[in-house]
């Protein structure tokens, strides 16, 4: 497992002690001492996990979180040598946010969190134990709702999202809104990439690419009329699930600015109050349907086949996996060996230019 790239760096997400658990129906949650002791405990080789993604919720990290607050998680992850790199916004309504295509207060509530998520982000800049990253966003709508008013939910998400990069702007940071399944208006590529294109905003809004989400647009699940796989598609058919993959990613890689190493199923999965979206599903899963390292250069090589370098840092997410198996130290080892080996593959070794 020899290291030949630096970049991009390797991070684990902190999040999957938390999204779907603690609520009825659901495992507890793992505390963000745990998620930071798992993770930088994890060697493989001489290799190590660089860094963490962050959830801005209790238990995690509060957003409504003091500068105190902040230096001293500053000071905790850094003593453990880790970087923090992008953090997720609690936008949702449970969580004090609210529809991005809802009612003028529930799209106050929406950029509420957002600016404050910002403000959080740039304050752990000014600590200096984050250097790169974005603020993950999504509609905080289900498609089901969206889909009562298609067009006009749509321009209403552009909207709000267009008004949460006025706020990202101002603190010196990025959006990368989210695609998956499960949002409104951010269900489908198809969907993604027009609100992408309606907002307009590239400089400070792009996409947020997880394979195993990806892999979901390529079955239709939630957009059936956008599906580039067919019903009962047989999975040995590598060349036409190529193709259906290259397609998503062609269409979404120019927006890509923040990327989550996943293996897929190709089955939903839901946790407590998280509706169903693509399984995540551990490298060694004998029924995970990517070629985790070949499809992930879809999206970190361009058209010529050269690095994007369009991320500094890629992120392990293994969102509603059981407890059991994330407190297994293999578990970490397996996940460290599968992130290198998409680095050596795809990376480089220098940093990339802040964009201006």
């Known amino acids: 497992m020899a290291v030949q790239h630096t970049y991009p760096k390797l991070h684990n997400a902190m999040w999957p002690g938390l999204v779907g658990k603690g609520s009825p129906g659901g495992e507890p949650t793992i505390d963000l001492d745990t998620m930071l002791d798992l993770t930088a405990n994890t060697s493989v080789d001489g290799v190590k996990f660089d860094g963490v993604d962050l959830f801005l919720f209790d238990p995690h990290v509060s957003i409504d979180s003091s500068d105190a607050d902040i230096a001293r998680l500053a000071d905790k992850i850094g003593s453990k040598r880790l970087a923090v790199g992008s953090l997720v916004a609690p936008v949702w309504p449970p969580t004090g946010g609210g529809s991005a295509m809802g009612s003028d207060h529930d799209r106050r509530n929406f950029l509420t969190q957002v600016r404050k998520a910002c403000a959080i982000a740039q304050k752990l800049r000014k600590t200096g134990v984050r250097t790169y990253g974005v603020v993950r966003i999504d509609s905080a709508s289900s498609p089901s709702e969206w889909a009562k008013d298609p067009e006009g939910n749509t ?23 989210e695609g998956e399944i499960c949002w409104g208006g951010m269900h489908s590529w198809k969907r993604m990439v027009q609100l992408l294109e309606m907002v307009g905003r590239p400089k400070t809004l792009g996409f947020q690419a997880d394979m195993a989400h990806t892999l979901l647009y390529t079955m239709g699940y939630n957009a059936p009329e956008d599906r580039l796989l067919s019903e009962g598609f047989d999975w040995k058919d590598g060349s036409t699930f190529d193709a259906a993959l290259r397609t998503v990613a062609g269409a979404l890689r120019k927006w890509t600015i923040d990327f989550h190493v996943a293996q897929n199923d190709a089955t939903v999965f839901g946790s407590g109050t998280h509706d169903k979206t693509g399984r995540h599903c551990l490298p060694t899963d004998p029924n995970g349907k990517l070629d985790v390292v070949r499809h992930a250069g879809f999206w970190l090589r361009d058209e010529q086949g050269r690095p994007t370098r369009a991320v500094q840092h890629v992120c392990w997410d293994g969102c509603m996996f059981p407890n059991a198996t994330m407190m297994q ?28």
């Open 155 to 177: 321009r209403t998400i552009a909207d709000t999202f267009r008004q949460a990069c006025d706020i990202a702007d101002g603190y010196g940071e990025r959006l990368a809104a």
């Open 329 to 356: 130290r293999g578990t970490w080892a397996d996940v460290l060996r599968l992130m290198n080996d998409v680095r050596n593959a795809h990376g480089w070794d220098a940093p990339v230019p802040a964009a201006v």
